[in-house]
RNA sequence: GCGAGCGUAGCACAAUGGAUAGUGUAGUGGCCUCCGAAGCCAUUGAUGUGGGUUCGAUUCCCGCCGCUCGCACCA
């Protein structure tokens, strides 16, 4: 018998099928609207009926019924199926269909297998992370970076082709400060022992005396109007430069297990952007305005008067002119059908204005457009509700925010497991130092600011890494006690249905996946994952201590190591997909 | 000034227009001769404010109050 992934999608063809019959034609207005259930009702739920009723001005229970009466038989043996309140209609799986999803759905394999029917055949090109050469990553780029890669994992996971592209700022006016501040002001020794740093300072120094001097803001313009229009000496000098912060960018990336297909900066499309100024020009899109280029949208209550700048009054290029070029790079080039670009949400306006002349420009020129999602995040503040910062104002380095976040996860786990050797409690605190840190990005939606407090992202209470990381263990050493894996088949062979309160609760936890990847996929929103994640660990847990396990009945033993099993499957698949490392013991 | 986002228990956060607004912490009271108590069970406590739409509003719309962010050549 096929078990389908996403039971509720199942539901929905189900009950769009039993409307046509029940219905008639008008059946065809139907919209189920089928959803994760409270428990309390049922493990699904249809709440369609009520909208449909009211439209019609018909009594919503009397059409429930009629819906419910013409429902296959196959899902009236697989669920109860009630009517309750006003006309909703709730799906109850019984315990074999529990079982048969169980069966089903044994493996990372099969879960992806089941799941890459969501976003089959659709290409997703993914822009993030996308820092600024010759500035280190500090503490406000993590949270892109680590929402980037769980959005990519998960599409990838749910079936669609992702391109992970990082779209670095290494062509932009911060080049003519550096430049200038390099030829003028560079300390030598510094450069050679540090290089990083040196630039970092040269940038700000830079910037510093470009708003006190005019005279010194026109001169790094100019030097980076010379390195845009192809100068030999600020080239060279571009190249070094990117050629350092690249390296430091790796460095990081592969301490967060973060890749890219391609590292396409604003440079590369430097030589796509007359393009772009003459298409845009032509369609009547763009105009000049104070000696700029500019894009205006009448229609727009804000942008009919806020210019969209695609080239400075200088003739030098700006991230307007290489993201419009990037777009359509992504769509000629790449053949991306959706787009999605991270940044935080003090962008907004900037990708509104990309978007809609973008929109105008394709129409105009007869492309496809694509499909556009700016997935957007607040800021990470510190305990005082302020944008987080170092003692000395500056912002948090990233290297040392996530070696601090090592450190602290060591101490306490020497503190909880002072008999481990040393270099067991290093690697779990690598696990647990950078999973905190990224499952605090994750956790919360990513629409919110949110507060940075290193007792709560490393507490091992709540929805925390660690709290989930710990719930992995306990699970796996349900397994390593009888000398068993976990992920063995034969080891779960023979299980019955789930039959305690507490069994039965496991369960319908356990097959909620498919609605949570959907959902999460959907929304792009890596929090609803990760609030599923922590309730099957507190149901995990309130099973755990409810039933034993290891008991005599090999009957009841087996269906409890399914159920065991699964949700070590569940877990170790969820926090991987969000990026983290699970451990086997800590 | 214009625009955007956000206001949910003491604190930190959930709730894709659905049923009695969930969870964690903190507080209170229980549970280890028993598979990892880094745990479990019970319990106290909240939608800024005033309207509107809807069978139904934390969610959508409008006003007010409060906080944050953005607004011509940074990205």
């Not at 912060?245 to 967060?256: G, H, T, V």
């Not at 900037?350 to 978007?355: G, T, V």
Request: glycine share 6%; charged share 25%.
């Amino acid at each position: 018998m096929h078990v389908s992934f996403d039971i509720a999608a199942d539901l929905d063809l189900n009950l769009k099928d039993a409307a046509l019959i029940s219905l008639g034609p008008e059946g065809n207005a139907f919209v189920p609207e089928v959803r994760p259930a409270d428990p309390r009702h049922g493990d699904f739920q249809a709440n369609g009926v009520l909208g449909y009723a009211k439209a019609r001005k018909l009594n919503p229970r009397a059409v429930a019924e009629q819906i419910v009466a013409a429902l296959r038989d196959n899902t009236k043996v697989q669920f109860e199926v009630t009517i309750a309140g006003p006309g909703f209609i709730n799906f109850k799986l019984k315990p074999a269909g529990l079982l048969a999803w169980l069966q089903t759905y044994d493996s990372a394999g099969h879960l992806r297998t089941g799941a890459s029917e969501f976003y089959k055949g659709h290409h997703n090109l993914v822009d993030f992370s996308s820092p600024n050469t010759a500035k280190q990553l500090h503490v406000g780029h993590v949270r892109g970076m680590v929402i980037g890669e769980a959005i990519c994992r998960l599409l990838e996971f749910c079936g669609a082709k992702v391109t992970r592209d990082n779209h670095i700022g290494d062509w932009g006016t911060q080049f003519g400060k550096l430049i200038w501040g390099y030829k003028h002001l560079r300390n030598d020794a510094a450069l050679t022992s540090d290089p990083l740093e040196e630039l970092e300072r040269l940038y700000k120094a830079a910037d510093a005396a470009a708003k006190e001097t005019p005279a010194t803001l026109d001169a790094a313009r100019a030097e980076l109007v010379k390195l845009q229009s192809g100068d030999a000496e600020n080239l060279a000098l571009w190249k070094k430069i990117n050629a350092i912060s690249s390296d430091a960018f790796q460095e990081i990336y592969r301490k967060l297990g973060i890749r890219f297909d391609y590292e396409y900066g604003e440079s590369f499309y430097n030589d796509k952007l007359q393009q772009v100024y003459k298409e845009l020009t032509a369609a009547g899109l763009a105009e000049e305005s104070q000696g700029a280029l500019v894009v205006f949208h009448p229609e727009h209550p804000r942008f009919k008067t806020q210019p969209f700048i695609i080239r400075k009054s200088d003739g030098a290029s700006n991230y307007a002119s290489t993201d419009l070029a990037t777009m359509l790079y992504r769509v000629e080039h790449f053949k991306a059908d959706t787009i999605i670009i991270l940044t935080d949400t003090r962008q907004t306006d900037h990708f509104e204005q990309l978007w809609l002349t973008t929109q105008k420009w394709f129409a105009k020129t007869g492309r496809t457009v694509p499909h556009f999602e700016h997935v957007t995040f607040g800021s990470i503040l510190g305990e005082d509700g302020k944008a987080i910062k170092t003692r000395s104002g500056d912002p948090i380095k990233l290297k040392a925010l996530l070696a601090e976040a090592e450190e602290r996860a060591f101490a306490l786990v020497t503190e909880k497991s002072p008999d481990l050797p040393e270099a067991d409690r290093r690697d779990i605190a690598n696990a647990v130092g950078i999973g905190a840190v990224r499952y605090a990005d994750l956790s919360q939606n990513r629409s919110s600011d949110y507060i940075f407090a290193w007792d709560k992202i490393l507490s091992f209470e709540g929805n925390t890494a660690p709290y989930l990381l710990y719930a992995v263990t306990r699970v796996r050493s349900i397994f390593r006690k009888l000398g068993l894996d976990a992920y063995d088949p034969s080891v779960t062979a023979g299980a019955t249905a789930p039959a305690t309160d507490a069994e039965i609760a496991l369960a319908r936890k356990l097959i909620g996946f498919a609605s949570t990847l959907r959902l999460t996929t959907t929304q792009l929103r890596p929090h609803f994952l990760c609030t599923y994640l922590h309730e099957l660990a507190g149901e995990f847990s309130t099973f755990y201590a409810a039933d034993k396990v290891l008991v005599d009945d090999p009957a009841v033993r087996a269906r409890r190591l399914l159920l065991s099993a699964r949700t070590l499957l569940i877990l170790e698949t969820g926090l991987n997909l969000l990026g983290l490392r699970t451990l086997a013991r800590m």
